[in-house]
């Protein structure tokens, strides 16, 4: 959940990579931590909250960045669905990238078109921590004694 974002250290949020992220996933990035930036920004007087605003706006900016390549090319080459590739001897016959190299691929590189049962309302995972019981000295001794008593 965003709150569990919002604890986190500004260098365990730098130290995260966000490369290699299809348009969709760094749409979702986005839209998660909306929120989030928003109070990064009002806080920025912080040191702490503004290392992450920074971290936030370099995401954003990063998306921003990929939306504008995105939709140039759908507006050079047409949109999915209608989106011809050029061949080998027919040059100007269509998207001339190869691969990952044109973004409606990559985007597609796994494909979220598919309904995997998305749920109305934002759901997460939630994860706890516990502390381990520490043994007192004497439990510490009972049990070495214990185990001399076994071999």
């Keep these: 959940p965003p709150a569990s974002i919002e604890s986190m250290h500004p260098s365990s949020l730098e130290s995260l990579r966000a490369t290699g ?33 920074m971290w936030h706006e370099s995401h954003r900016s990063k998306f921003k960045e990929l939306v504008d390549k995105y939709q140039q090319h759908v507006d050079q080459y047409g949109p999915p669905g209608n989106h011809p590739y050029a061949k080998r ?34 759901v997460y995972n939630v994860e706890t921590v516990k502390k381990s019981n520490l043994l007192t000295v004497e439990e510490l001794e009972q049990r070495k004694q214990d185990d001399d008593c076994v071999i």
């Design 89 to 122: 001897g027919e040059p100007g016959g269509g998207c001339p990238l190869v691969g990952k190299q044109c973004p409606l691929k990559a985007d597609l590189e796994i494909d979220y078109s598919e309904d995997y049962g998305f749920p109305a309302e934002a």
């Design 21 to 53: 992220l299809t348009l969709t996933e760094q749409r979702a990035l986005h839209e998660h931590l909306k929120e989030l930036g928003a109070k990064w920004k009002a806080a920025s007087n912080d040191k702490m909250a503004e290392r992450k605003w």
